[in-house]
């Protein structure tokens, strides 16, 4: 397993752009899919992006594509989430995941085997 910790968040005005980090520890990064979870209070954790892997491309939910975009870094062992024209509904916990799913099963969280700690990202009106 790899071991996992996130950085970046913080509080931004709506429109505004963070960028969040993911920092792995471990072996064999590039052998892991690593993708993107957000969680809001009283809500359950939701797929947001997953980065290239094993061939497939970056994938997105339908509420961040065109303004997210997530990148990894294997020699660097880090993924990236660059979050763009914010707005009050991305408010949540965000939370990176490292797993070895079949490409079908990307975007369910339970698959994953490692997670960060997560990064609260509050969007202020």
């Known amino acids: 397993q790899v071991q996992l910790s996130e950085s970046g968040g913080g509080l931004v005005q709506a429109g505004g752009s963070l960028r969040l980090s993911c920092a792995a520890s471990?072996?064999?990064?590039?052998?892991?899919?690593m993708t993107w979870f957000r969680q809001s209070p009283g809500k359950e954790r939701e797929f947001v992006a997953t980065s290239k892997w094993r061939g497939r491309p970056p994938y997105y939910a339908d509420s961040v594509r065109g303004r997210f975009t997530v990148s990894r870094d294997n020699a660097e062992k880090t993924v990236y989430l660059q979050m763009n024209s914010l707005n009050s509904e991305d408010t949540a916990v965000y939370y990176c995941?490292?797993?070895?799913?079949?490409?079908?099963?990307?975007?369910?969280?339970?698959?994953?085997?490692?997670w960060g700690q997560g990064t609260q990202v509050t969007v202020s009106s």
């Open positions: 995941a490292a797993g070895r799913p079949v490409l079908s099963a990307l975007r369910t969280a339970s698959v994953y085997t490692s």
């Open positions: 471990g072996q064999a990064f590039s052998d892991y899919a």
